[in-house]
C-alpha cells in the first residue's frame, strides 16, 4: 500500500522496519524537528528521521500542521492511501486526518480506552495493572478516541518501563503489519471505545519520581520499575541526589527512610512497610552500578533516605 508514517522516538522504528520489510510503499516519513541533545546541545534528528535516512525514504519536519498550511499541502500531494502514526508527538488537524484515503491508523501502547494520552506504559505500571498491550486504532479528532481497529495483551510483570516499551514496540509492529493486511483485503473491523473505563495518561515529571519512603516496599519498587529509564526515581542522601534503578520488596520493619544494611550483601532500607532492597543506584557524576558494590566503598552506613 502506499503509505505515509508519522513517528519520533525510538519507540516508533521498530513499526517503520516492519512495514518497510512487508513491502508497503512508504512515500515519505514525517517526524518533528531536530533538537539540541547531549552535552553540547547539538541539533539532533530524531531516532525515526535517522532511520528513515538509512532506509532511503524522504523526511519531512513540519513544526506544526496549523501553524503551516504548506504542510497540509505537501501531505495532500503526496496522495496516501494510509497514513500511519506511531508516537509522533504533533497534534493532526482534520485537515490532514481526512488525506488519507483510508484514514490515519495509530498504534497506541495500551489497551485503549484505559490510559489515553503521553505515557500510557508508564502509568500503567504505576497503577499496578496486570496487563497492559497495543491498540491499533483509526485515528479521530479527539485525544485516543478513535475506533478500534486490532488490541492485544500483553502482561506487565515485573518488568521496567523501559523493558516494556520494547516488548510493545514489536508487538506494534507486528500488529500495524496485520492490520495493513486485513485492511488491504476488507476485513479490517472498527469497533467504538466503551465510554467507561477511559483513563489518560499525563506526561511524568521529575517531581513525581522522587521515593516516598512512607510508602509500602513494594508500592515503591512498581514506581521504580516505572521510572526506569526515565525520568528515573530518586531521592536525597547525605546531601546527593541518588537515582534508584532497581529494587526489590522484602519482609522487614523500621523508621522509613533508615538505611538497615549497607555492605557487600547489598543495600537494604525501611519504608512505611518492609523493606526495600536496592539492587542499583546511581551517584551524581558517576554510573549505574550494583547497590552492593557501591556500598562496598562505604557509601551509606548508618545514613537515612529523605
Not at 516519513?29 to 533538537?35: A, L, S
Not at 504542510?71 to 490532514?96: D, K
Not at 476488507?186 to 467507561?196: D, H, K
Request: charged share 20%; net charge neutral.
Amino acid at each position: 500500500m502506499r503509505l505515509v508514517f508519522a513517528g519520533t522516538p525510538a519507540f516508533s522504528v521498530s513499526a517503520l522496519d516492519a512495514l518497510h520489510a512487508a513491502g508497503h510503499q512508504i512515500v515519505a516519513v514525517y517526524t518533528q524537528p531536530d533538537r539540541p541533545a547531549g552535552r553540547g546541545q547539538k541539533l539532533t534528528a530524531s531516532p525515526v528521521a535517522e532511520r528513515a535516512a538509512a532506509l532511503g525514504i524522504a523526511t519531512h519536519k513540519p513544526v506544526s500542521f496549523k501553524k503551516e498550511p504548506e504542510a497540509i499541502e505537501t501531505l495532500r500531494a503526496l496522495a496516501p492511501e494510509v497514513m500511519v502514526v506511531v508516537a509522533y508527538g504533533l497534534i493532526l488537524p482534520s485537515s490532514v486526518l481526512e488525506i488519507p484515503v483510508r484514514g490515519c491508523l495509530n498504534i497506541h501502547a495500551s489497551l485503549l480506552p484505559r490510559w489515553r494520552g503521553a505515557a500510557p506504559i508508564q502509568r500503567a505500571i504505576l497503577a499496578g495493572d496486570a496487563e497492559t498491550g497495543t491498540t491499533i486504532m483509526q485515528m479521530d479528532a479527539g485525544l485516543d478516541t478513535g475506533p478500534m481497529l486490532l488490541r492485544e495483551a500483553l502482561p506487565i510483570g515485573e518488568r521496567t518501563a523501559g523493558e516494556l516499551h520494547d516488548a510493545l514496540a514489536a508487538q506494534g509492529a507486528r500488529l500495524i503489519v496485520d492490520a495493513l493486511a486485513r485492511l488491504k483485503a476488507g476485513t479490517l473491523t472498527a469497533t467504538p471505545q466503551p465510554t467507561e473505563g477511559a483513563t489518560y495518561a499525563p506526561k511524568l515529571t521529575k517531581d513525581e519520581a522522587r521515593i516516598d519512603w512512607s510508602l509500602p516496599a513494594e508500592d515503591i519498587a512498581r514506581r521504580i520499575r516505572a521510572y526506569n529509564p526515565a525520568p528515573v526515581a530518586w531521592s536525597e542522601c547525605n546531601g546527593e541526589r541518588i537515582k534508584v534503578y532497581r529494587a526489590t520488596a522484602e519482609e522487614g520493619r523500621g523508621i522509613p527512610g533508615t538505611v538497615l544494611q549497607a555492605d557487600a550483601q547489598g543495600l537494604r532500607i525501611a519504608t512505611g512497610c518492609g523493606v526495600l532492597r536496592v539492587l542499583e543506584l546511581q551517584r551524581p557524576g558517576g554510573r549505574a552500578l550494583p547497590a552492593a558494590q557501591v556500598c562496598q566503598q562505604g557509601a551509606f552506613t548508618g545514613a537515612r533516605f529523605e
